[in-house]
């Protein structure tokens, strides 16, 4: 498990950041109360994820420990009993992640929030595009420190190529005036693919025109910022705008995931999975539909309990998207499931689920130290329909088929 170092001389203050770091995240907690076993635990086992760190303790009363551990490399949050202008910008430009007053316990909470965030951050791509060298690098060097993924593009088409080949990127930052495409014509383009929710186009610019935030804002962009900027209103910004997205992607998922296993629930299946068989059907496109069914689910359930047989449903489910990662996985209700498969062929999909279905019957599912046999019985087709509806009838009549045929079977177009 990863672990957080947290050096502070209060045994109180200690107590209260260690106990919500462990309650708030999913880490190991390892604490010090001075410079010198700091270095020593560093010097041992100095494999650290983050660190919080007191700036005054008693064998090191002006921030020696924040040099010691930005030294080895570990993103340090730093605390400090009273606000000081001066001392807060030179922590800042040495590189610490934040400066944090010990007023409150909110004063904790948002330690805590900040390093939910770094863990969180690593998985974030970030594009930069600006065509000044000396900038791209600034803020490439302002988002490491937060730990964020960085690509760069040196104006608005290089930009698009970027998006394209990534289209992971959850945060755009871009100048306004750039060669070949300015930065509002390619939040333009961009918001032709992605909506705000999708991707945050935050947008840069050095001229004092306030016009050109509006402008900004106007084309789609979800926020701007004038160069120079603080390090601070930098990441604060960001900051806002990752979190208002995160939470309307949650709100989403809520209303489009199934709560149990957390795939995809029948409401979006058919919302979406349509979408994709309208195109398949309007362009002449490949598209597969597999439904599957475990067998003698409520002998499960009779034997183990309902419990048992709810921890099959999210081992299932968990195995199938590691096994279909590209494709819509959907709970359609009860033990019943549908895996929508743009773009393949019947015998690509029949091999996918063969394969599947192998893996599945000889692989015991566990529940807590009891090993559970589990099988399930598909159909599969990429018989378009007139619309998803009749496909998704077709299949249900070739799974009636499969279990009709002895179950842990899977049935397809002949
Ligand atoms: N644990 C659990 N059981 C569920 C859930 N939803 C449905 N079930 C149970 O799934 C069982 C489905 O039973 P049946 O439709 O008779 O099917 P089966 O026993 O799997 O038999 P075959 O499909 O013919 O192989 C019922 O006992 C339901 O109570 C759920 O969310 N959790």
Redesign the pocket.
């Known amino acids: 498990m990863e672990r957080i170092l947290v050096v502070e001389d209060s045994p109180m203050v200690l107590k209260i950041i260690r106990h919500l770091i462990l309650q708030g995240l999913d880490v190991d907690v390892v604490t010090q109360t001075d410079l010198a076993s700091c270095r020593e635990q560093l010097d041992s086992d100095g494999e650290f994820f983050a660190a919080v760190v007191d700036l005054n303790l008693p064998d090191a009363p002006n921030g020696e420990v924040v040099e010691l551990v930005l030294d080895r490399q570990i993103p340090t949050v730093v605390l400090t009993g009273s606000y000081d202008d001066e001392r807060r910008e030179r922590l800042l430009s040495m590189g610490v992640v934040d400066y944090v007053v010990k007023e409150s316990r909110h004063s904790y909470d948002y330690v805590v929030k900040l390093l939910r965030r770094l863990q969180k951050n690593r998985h974030i791509k970030v594009l930069v595009a600006d065509d000044s060298g000396t900038t791209r690098r600034f803020i490439k060097g302002l988002l490491q420190q937060h730990l964020y993924q960085v690509l760069e593009a040196k104006d608005g088409k290089e930009a698009l190529k970027v998006l394209a080949q990534h289209p992971d990127v959850s945060i755009l930052i871009t100048d306004y005036a750039m060669p070949e495409m300015d930065g509002f014509e390619l939040v333009k383009q961009v918001r032709t693919e992605k909506d705000k929710h999708e991707l945050v186009i935050i947008g840069l610019s050095s001229t004092e025109s306030g016009a050109l935030s509006a402008k900004f804002i106007k084309n789609g962009a979800n926020d701007f910022l004038r160069k120079p900027f603080f390090h601070e209103e930098f990441h604060c910004r960001l900051m806002h705008n990752l979190e208002e997205m995160e939470l309307i992607q949650a709100i989403q998922d809520a209303a489009n995931r199934d709560y ?1 296993t957390q795939l995809y629930n029948r409401r979006y299946f058919f919302t979406t999975g349509g979408k994709h068989h309208e195109q398949a059907v309007a362009k002449g496109q490949q598209l597969a539909l597999a439904m599957l ?10 034997n183990y309990g ?5 921890e ?2 999210r081992q299932l489910a968990s195995k199938m998207t590691q096994a279909f990662p590209r494709f819509i996985c959907a709970r359609m ?3 019943e499931f549908c895996i929508m498969m743009p773009g393949l062929n019947n015998d690509q999909a029949n091999q996918l689920l063969e394969g599947f279905r192998l893996m599945v019957a000889q692989q015991p599912f566990m529940y807590g130290d009891t090993e559970l046999q589990v099988t399930f ?1 598909a159909g599969v087709t990429n018989q378009l329909s007139s619309c998803l509806d009749n496909m998704y009838q077709g299949v249900d009549e070739y799974l009636y088929r499969a ?1 009709e045929a002895g ?1 842990n079977f899977v049935i397809t177009d002949d």
């Not at 069914?293 to 009779?302: A, R, T």
């Open positions: 149990l069914d475990i067998d003698h689910f409520k002998q499960l359930n009779d309902h419990e048992a047989g709810d099959v449903l209700g009860g033990e019985s279990k179950r």
